[in-house]
């Protein structure tokens, strides 16, 4: 977990010919050169490169980053374990990929043609004749099936590809160029999701083996690098293609300049910062307010040895927060979940812990015009009333705003509405303990991942214990902590809960009713609402933006009105920290990862172009 709500993490593109321009939910319009959603398409048939690459950026040196944590397994599908990082984007690449400086358009990659059926109930790829993978075998019709029937079908597979793709119903070869997938319902945005998510995998890569075996098996893709070496926990070391097939496009013009990209894996954040100050690694994007604040000093930084910078973005950033698990007894009734919202003093942590650098999550989509915001609109009422006899009646007024602590409210202030309403949820201070009927004491555990947290849990806990309630806090090993979230096995946890800059089918996998049960998808607070389902499901058949504007708003302010988490805090700014080595495009991408971003379009300088 993070200190902010990380950015929707771009898996490091770039794309090339065909944009599909959908002008309505009731007409769509084709071209042969890529897709586009709600929007005209910003790069036109044949373009030389994106805006925000070089494309004459020299190739060479060694790239060393700080991998995440751990990793146990080298295959990125399986949902046991931990996926090493840069296998999924260096190694296995998709379909099509997304451009950076627009909200949802995709340039064709290992595909170089579409057809979208008039009904949109199937979509047809034409595969790249020219695409290989790293061993020099052909990109086939058969690597693409395979890899859908084993995504959507593998029961070691995550479950997140048969959530996002759920709607698709079969893959069919037409010939050896040429494959459909049909779906069962029109879903406006499965030909993106089919794009950018489905990842292609070699058909003999696998082999006779069963695909769960193939965890460790160094993997073969069609991807810019090749995985050379690693040593599982430790280190990751990839090296560039020199014989890529997809080089020369206009869509990698510029991209992946690095001979070699190193990962190597600190378990301790704090560990991880020395070693960066040290010359282990090159680039660092940092999460950590304090770190950032106050550790990020001394004579390398003084120089400009190392630089520091805050670098804007245009990412929607979600929400994070303290997520209650509503399957416990303790989190069912909402009076409580809202009182623990009260309990939580996020202008005193900003300052006193965050040195004022975030601004408080007010919507599942902040940082968008997508956030419910004032009064509720005409159209959004509409799509609620259906609902009106379950939903909270707040949520026809006002959007909700969490509690503050400025004057003249005060953290005594809502501690106190907080008791109210415990009380009338069962709850009593008494024998210096928040107790119901039976006398059994409100007490639970929040699960951390990173022991950088435990500040901001400390403070809570602090106001928590004011109004008679005890939360343990502890931090444990990421493999133990991974395995203990996606099976539920929780109290509390942090969560972030980022978005695309277009939401859709991944929300059902986060919030809908069907997915609360199940262990792997990320309904981690167990959302069971038949309101909240209903306007998933209408976001996944609709490309009309104004339409898309108002369900997730009423989405939105039903989320928050249920409190399934006490909401925390986020950055619009990428705050990165980079050893003096590096160069880079003038004109920066508006929807971007940190990292992903520096891998794809940054290079080095003369001095640092030789591998080490």
Known sequence: ???????????????????????????????????????????????????????????????????????????????????????????????????????????????????????????????????????????????????????????????????????????????????????????????????????????????????????????????????????????????????????????????????????????????????????????????????????????????????????????????????????????????????????????????????????RNNSYFSNTELAARGPISKRERELLEPFKDILDPRVFGNAWEPPKTTPPSSLRQNLRKALKLLKAAGWEYRDRALRNKQGKTFKFDLLLAQKAFERIAASYARNLKKLGITMNYRTVDYALYKRRVETKKFDMIVTSYSESQVPGNELIGRWHSKMADLDGPANYPSIKNKAVDSLLEQLSKTTDWDKIVALTRALDRVLLSEFYLVPHWYISTHRIAYWDKFEFPKTLPKYFSAEGWMLSTWWFKPEYRTSK
Request: charged fraction near 25%; proline fraction near 4%.
């Open 1 to 359: 977990m993070s200190l902010n709500n990380k950015p929707v993490k771009h898996k490091h593109f770039v794309s090339f010919v065909f944009l599909l321009l959908f002008i309505s939910i009731s007409k769509l319009a084709f071209a042969d050169y890529g897709i586009a959603y709600g929007y005209a398409p910003k790069y036109k048939k044949g373009f030389s490169h994106f805006d925000y690459v070089n494309p004459d950026a020299p190739k060479g040196g060694r790239l060393d980053l700080n991998g995440s944590m751990t990793f146990d397994r080298l295959n990125p599908y399986l949902l046991k374990g931990v996926g090493a990082d840069g296998v999924d984007g260096l190694v296995f690449e998709t379909l099509m990929e997304q451009s950076l400086d627009e909200p949802y358009s995709f340039y064709g990659l290992l595909a170089d043609d579409i057809i979208i059926a008039e009904d949109g109930l199937s979509v047809t790829y034409h595969i790249n004749q020219k695409a290989r993978f790293s061993d020099g075998t052909p990109v086939t019709v058969e690597d693409v099936k395979f890899s859908f029937d084993t995504l959507m079908t593998n029961k070691y597979v995550h479950p997140a590809y048969k959530i996002v793709l759920g709607s698709v119903q079969e893959a069919v070869i037409l010939d050896k160029e040429n494959i459909c997938f049909n779906f069962s319902k029109n879903n406006a945005k499965l030909p993106m999701l089919l794009s950018s998510y489905l990842s292609i995998l070699p058909k003999h890569w696998v082999g006779e083996q069963k695909f769960e075996d193939t965890a460790t098996k160094i993997p073969v893709g069609s991807g810019p690098y090749i995985l050379d070496s690693y040593d599982t926990g430790k280190q990751l070391k990839f090296r560039r293609n020199p014989d890529y097939w997809a080089k020369d496009l206009g869509i990698r013009k510029g991209m992946y300049n690095f001979d070699q990209v190193v990962y190597k894996y600190f378990r301790d954040s704090t560990i991880a910062l020395e070693a960066l100050k040290a010359g282990e690694y090159d680039f660092r994007h940092e999460y950590n307010s304090k770190m950032w604040a106050r550790d990020y000093t001394g004579r390398i930084f003084k120089n400009k040895q190392i630089i520091k910078a805050n670098i804007p973005h245009h990412n929607s950033v979600g929400i994070q927060g303290f997520v209650f698990n509503t399957r416990k007894d303790i989190f069912k009734d909402k009076r409580v979940r809202e009182a623990l919202i009260y309990a939580f003093d996020f202008e005193w942590a900003n300052r006193m812990l965050f040195y004022n650098q975030y601004k």
